[in-house]
Nanobody
């Protein structure tokens, strides 16, 4: 069974850092993009970041660009989200996703996504 397994969430003070991980297990194909969305009390879904299969193309949401960095290890189908300069408004459940056409994930259309993780909670205190 194919699954996306997230880890790394927790409680951090404003200005601090966290690193999230997501591993795709059970995959039998290659070429898929991976990335992150988040869900908060204010927004049902917000695009955070995505990375292509090769790792050469990355895309970021406007609210995190310059503070968050997405990276990928293809050897173990794992992506990372390094989150720096965290703000209280970054508090959310962060969900890992996979699919195709990552440059269009900011449109929030499900047609580009084929799998979701369960999510990991990030809480940023002020």
């Amino acid at each position: 069974q194919v699954q996306l397994l997230e880890s790394g969430g927790g409680l951090v003070q404003a200005g601090g850092s966290l690193r999230l991980s997501c591993t795709a297990s059970g995959r039998t194909r290659s070429g898929y993009a991976m990335g992150w969305f988040r869900r908060s009390e204010e927004k049902e879904r917000e695009f955070v970041a995505a990375i292509s299969w090769s790792g050469q193309q990355t895309n970021y949401g406007d609210s995190v660009r310059g503070r968050f960095t997405i990276s990928r290890e293809k050897t173990n189908d794992t992506i990372y989200l390094q989150m720096n300069s965290l703000k209280p408004e970054d508090t959310a459940v962060y969900l890992c996703a996979s699919g195709h056409t990552p440059e269009l994930w900011q449109t929030l259309r499900d047609r580009y996504l084929d799998l979701w993780g369960q999510g990991t909670l990030v809480t940023v205190s002020s």
